[in-house]
């Protein structure tokens, strides 16, 4: 069974700068696909960034879009979220999630992935 464990989360000033880690174990062939989700209190858990892993097509939420990059490292077996220009909004816990089954797309939708992490707390002071 694969485990998803989260990284990086902190307090940032707005305007500054955050790299999130989510590093898979526990699993030897790599995910289809692979998002970041974000919950802030009193919100629903919301889309932020996919990533097909084989061709590493990309998508992102409107919110974030030209802020924040997501990428992988397939040695590693470890995604990234590199969030920069963080606004007060942005704050919130972050989770990643992985999908082994088929799809060609990188996928918004939270049924479409396997597997969650623990979540990592980012919070931005304005």
């Known amino acids: 069974q694969v485990q998803l464990v989260e990284s990086g989360g902190g307090l940032v000033q707005a305007g500054g700068s955050l790299r999130l880690s989510c590093a898979a174990s526990?699993?030897?062939?790599?995910?289809?696909?692979v998002g970041w989700f974000r919950q802030a209190p009193g919100k629903e858990r919301e889309f932020v960034a996919a990533?097909?892993?084989?061709?590493?097509?990309?998508y992102y939420a409107d919110s974030v879009k030209g802020r924040f990059t997501i990428s992988r490292d397939d040695v590693k077996n470890t995604v990234y979220l590199q969030m920069n220009s963080l606004k007060p909004e942005d704050a919130a816990v972050y989770y990643c999630?992985?999908?082994?089954?088929?799809?060609?797309?990188?996928?918004?939708?939270?049924?479409?992935?396997?597997?969650w992490g623990q979540g990592t707390q980012v919070t931005v002071s304005s």
């Open positions: 999630a992985a999908r082994f089954r088929p799809l060609a797309f990188a996928s918004s939708q939270q049924a479409d992935y396997d597997a």
């Open positions: 526990g699993r030897t062939s790599s995910p289809n696909g």
């Open positions: 990533l097909t892993w084989n061709r590493g097509r990309t």
